[in-house]
């Protein structure tokens, strides 16, 4: 695999988030709705896997085809532009302004949810062949997701909150280092490579990724799960989508552009004397 230095992969990124800002409304649109969509057909697809096999780690060592497709694809995720488009702004890139980047989140959110929400009646209506059934065994276990975590937090009160939003955090330091993976190598399998490692984590530790929410949480309300859309945006959404922009700028954006870009002045190291191996007396 062709590897590039970080100075180089990091320019990268700061030139990806500036892209991503001057984007126009439809095409930001069209790639967030259809990373949501194909996301989501990998969460099916990786809990159809653990649920049949009944190990969990393979399930998750499978899930990041979605992730890795939706990248190549040139299509955008939430938590992807939580990281990229604020570079922009600390190098202050020509037009960029928080407006124009909370412009840019909020486009990427709708396309979002938009093509996770598509995804979630489809399913529901494949697993149920057009409600006259029941789900089955797959179609109950994604609806038993969203009731745990809305509800399951939501027990615990404030702690839960914080609880879903530390795992919102560590969920897209994990999924935006996928994402800067894919821009260290510059060929398709050292991508897929350094993509799907950090992926598979997130995913087999079970943290909060707000996209895939958009798609589990319908889904369990169309299967009737015992909760409400104020239980979903309160007890998941709203700290999962905070903890995925804390988690993506301080933990992956902040810290590599920090240190590989806007680095600190080197030290100067006093000068010593070299120590002559001659008898000083000669």
């Given at each position: 695999?062709?590897?590039?230095?970080?100075?180089?992969?990091?320019?990268?990124?700061?030139?990806?988030?500036?892209?991503?800002?001057?984007?126009?409304?439809?095409?930001?649109?069209?790639?967030?709705?259809?990373?949501?969509?194909?996301?989501?057909?990998?969460?099916?697809?990786?809990?159809?896997?653990?649920?049949?096999?009944?190990?969990?780690?393979?399930?998750?060592?499978?899930?990041?085809?979605?992730?890795?497709?939706?990248?190549?694809?040139?299509?955008?995720?939430?938590?992807?532009?939580?990281?990229?488009?604020?570079?922009?702004?600390?190098?202050k890139r020509p037009g960029v302004t928080p407006k124009e980047i909370l412009r840019n989140w909020?486009?990427?959110?709708?396309?979002?949810?938009?093509?996770?929400?598509?995804?979630?009646?489809?399913?529901?209506?494949?697993?149920?062949?057009?409600?006259?059934?029941?789900?089955?065994?797959?179609?109950?276990?994604?609806?038993?997701?969203?009731?745990?975590?809305t509800l399951g937090y939501a027990k615990y009160g404030l702690a839960g909150w914080i609880t879903?939003?530390?795992?919102?955090?560590?969920?897209?330091?994990?999924?935006?280092?996928?994402?800067?993976?894919?821009?260290?190598?510059?060929?398709?399998?050292?991508?897929?490579?350094?993509?799907?490692?950090?992926?598979?984590?997130?995913?087999?530790?079970?943290?909060?990724?707000?996209?895939?929410?958009?798609?589990?949480?319908?889904?369990?309300?169309?299967?009737?799960?015992?909760?409400?859309?104020?239980?979903?945006?309160?007890?998941?959404?709203?700290?999962?989508?905070?903890?995925?922009?804390?988690?993506?700028?301080?933990?992956?954006?902040?810290?590599?552009?920090?240190?590989?870009?806007?680095?600190?002045?080197?030290?100067?190291?006093?000068?010593?004397?070299?120590?002559?191996?001659?008898?000083?007396?000669?």
């Amino acid at each position: 695999m062709s590897y590039l230095q970080p100075a180089e992969f990091v320019t990268k990124m700061v030139d990806a988030g500036e892209s991503k800002i001057y984007m126009s409304t439809r095409d930001t649109l069209i790639r967030a709705f259809m990373a949501g969509a194909i996301l989501n057909l990998a969460v099916v697809f990786a809990i159809t896997i653990t649920v049949k096999t009944g190990a969990a780690l393979v399930g998750a060592l499978l899930f990041p085809v979605g992730f890795t497709m939706l990248y190549l694809l040139g299509y955008d995720l939430l938590t992807g532009v939580f990281m990229l488009t604020p570079l922009a702004l600390m190098d202050k890139r020509p037009g960029v302004t928080p407006k124009e980047i909370l412009r840019n989140w909020g486009l990427v959110f709708v396309g979002n949810f938009a093509g996770s929400l598509t995804v979630a009646f489809i399913i529901a209506v494949v697993f149920t062949y057009g409600f006259s059934t029941d789900p089955g065994v797959v179609g109950d276990k994604i609806a038993g997701i969203g009731e745990a975590r809305t509800l399951g937090y939501a027990k615990y009160g404030l702690a839960g909150w914080i609880t879903v939003f530390l795992r919102g955090m560590l969920c897209n330091w994990m999924v935006s280092t996928g994402v800067v993976g894919a821009m260290i190598s510059t060929d398709v399998v050292g991508k897929v490579v350094a993509m799907w490692m950090p992926i598979m984590l997130f995913f087999y530790l079970g943290f909060e990724h707000s996209v895939v929410n958009m798609f589990l949480f319908p889904f369990a309300m169309i299967m009737g799960g015992n909760f409400s859309i104020g239980d979903y945006l309160l007890w998941n959404e709203i700290p999962t989508a905070l903890g995925n922009l804390c988690g993506g700028i301080a933990f992956t954006g902040l810290t590599l552009y920090s240190t590989h870009v806007r680095t600190a002045p080197k030290r100067t190291i006093a000068h010593r004397p070299t120590v002559s191996l001659q008898d000083p007396r000669k």
